[in-house]
């Protein structure tokens, strides 16, 4: 990690948003007090994570992006396994997590390792809240899973924030960004902005236009070969073109016509965060960033 610094306020989802490899799951396991860091300070609510890690234990929940509970027991047992371990009870913490384990209780009986993707993140995400901790460490938690269940999850956070528990979670989705309150851009271990999605890609000054046509990888080898002042990047099956001046659109499609690409189009649009991103890791200097 390089001088990492921020924090995060109660009732706030928090987003650490990155590939694989930028240093989000390092950061969760030195704040959740697994791994010791070379250097720096860090606290959780108050706590410092080396001289009183074991407070921490007590108040934080952590689900890593792994699954990581016992395959051969049951739905039930590994909840009441956690809530042993915590001197906590299902029914003490029903109203916290009434809403997730209905979707378990059904295969409350069946071994953990043979849920589906989905159940086996609720499964988690109950057990991480079986303490009713005060704040939640969530590493990667929908990777891998349906875009359903993505979608469900995200909507179970917004309810458990609105229930007083800060919310930390990474993810390397972009189009979670949105989802967070704030969030802050990693890359190779160094924190390139943080700020409200909307307000980041608001500080975004170039123009971007997203360009398609037959043969994307060819497509991107030519536009970049027009010399188009700032970027060119693939976002998907699009070329994105951001820039600091307006295009000629006209003139880009002709061009690329007369170089045999069929089904041409340009179009202007608002910048996402993937752009942003993109931007900050190339090296742009973008205000507010």
Known sequence: MHEVSFKVQDRELFGLIGPDGAGKSTLFRILTTLLLADSGKATV?????????RKIRKIAGYMPGKFSLYQDLSVLENLEFF?????????????????????LEPFKNRPAGKLSGGMKQKLALCCALIHRPSVLFLDEPTTGVDAVSRKEFWEMLQGLREKGIAILVSTPYMDEASLCDRIALIQNGQVLSIDAPKALTASYDRKVYAVTAERSYPLLKALRNMEIEGSCLPFGDAIHLATTREIDERHIKQSLEKQGF????????EPGVEDVFLGLSSGEEIPGG
């Open 45 to 53: 609510c108050g706590y410092d994570v080396v001289k009183e890690y």
């Open 83 to 103: 809530a042993t371990i915590f001197g906590s009870s299902l029914d003490e913490n029903d109203e916290l997590i009434r809403v997730i384990y209905q979707q």
């Open 262 to 269: 069929s089904d041409v189009n340009i179009q202007r649009i």
